[in-house]
Nanobody
Framework: QVQLVESGGGLVQAGDSLRLSCAAS????????SGWFRQAPGKEREFVAA????????RYADSVKGRFTISRDNAKNTMYLQMNSLKPEDTAVYYC???????????WGQGTQVTVSS
């Protein structure tokens, strides 16, 4: 079993920063990659950022590139999303996810709310 516990969400003003954390427990945490997704009210869930656990290479959605940074601490089984220069359009429920053996995102956190006021 894999459990992902998120923290760090909250209500902030535009231009502020937040750091989301995703702590994993269980035997199968490390895999091909892990990432962050978000879902705004009335919209589909979208990709935000991902990181390879083996090599640390990263990729980002165009909407957050240059503002968000994904990182991980393998020893702590924890993944982070540093969010700078937050905008109201960043408001969403943010989910962390980890790939399973097949390379699909099989493990998900419960989501944490990020609200950015103008």
């Amino acid at each position: 079993q894999v459990q992902l516990v998120e923290s760090g969400g909250g209500l902030v003003q535009a231009g502020d920063s937040l750091r989301l954390s995703c702590a994993a427990s269980g035997r199968t945490f490390r895999s091909l990659a892990s990432g962050w997704f978000r879902q705004a009210p009335g919209k589909e869930r979208e990709f935000v950022a991902a990181i390879s656990w083996n090599y640390g290479d990263t990729r980002y959605a165009d909407s957050v590139k240059g503002r968000f940074t994904i990182s991980r601490d393998n020893a702590k089984n924890t993944m982070y999303l540093q969010m700078n220069s937050l905008k109201p359009e960043d408001t969403a429920v943010y989910y962390c996810a980890v790939q399973g053996p097949k390379g699909t995102y099989d493990y998900w956190g419960q989501g944490t709310q990020v609200t950015v006021s103008s």
